[in-house]
């Protein structure tokens, strides 16, 4: 696969089905914005080499204004279709000595049960 770099914005965007299976209490930045930290589980099966394999992820998630709060209202474990981006959580002195992705929500929307 060939990418053009000089013309093309940097790609940052990951969907995903997942569950909500832990999250923090709300809290508010200095600035009152209301942000909330979770963990989103995300189960199915992929092909890759063509080979299927079941696939369970566990995700630590930043929900950020009012999204952090509609999230808090959600119902544990209910699944609901994730989007947005990754990025790796600022560290004092601009190190990262370990890199841990965090997803950072931009939308989510609840799947329908049967």
């Given at each position: ?25 709300l ?44 999230l ?30 965090v ?12």
């Amino acid at each position: 696969m060939q990418v053009e770099t000089a013309s093309v914005p940097a790609l940052n965007r990951l969907e995903l089905t997942a569950r909500l299976v832990d999250r923090a209490p709300l809290r508010l930045t200095p600035a009152g914005i209301p942000v909330l930290d979770c963990v989103l589980e995300h189960q199915s099966e992929q092909v890759e080499a063509g080979s299927r394999r079941q696939v369970n992820a566990q995700i630590r998630t930043l929900a950020v204004g009012p999204l952090a709060e509609q999230l808090e209202r959600m119902e544990m474990g209910r699944e609901a279709r994730f989007a947005g981006f990754l990025a790796t959580p600022a560290r004092r002195g601009g190190v990262v000595k370990t890199p841990r992705l965090v997803f950072h929500l931009q939308a989510f929307q609840t799947t329908v049960t049967p």
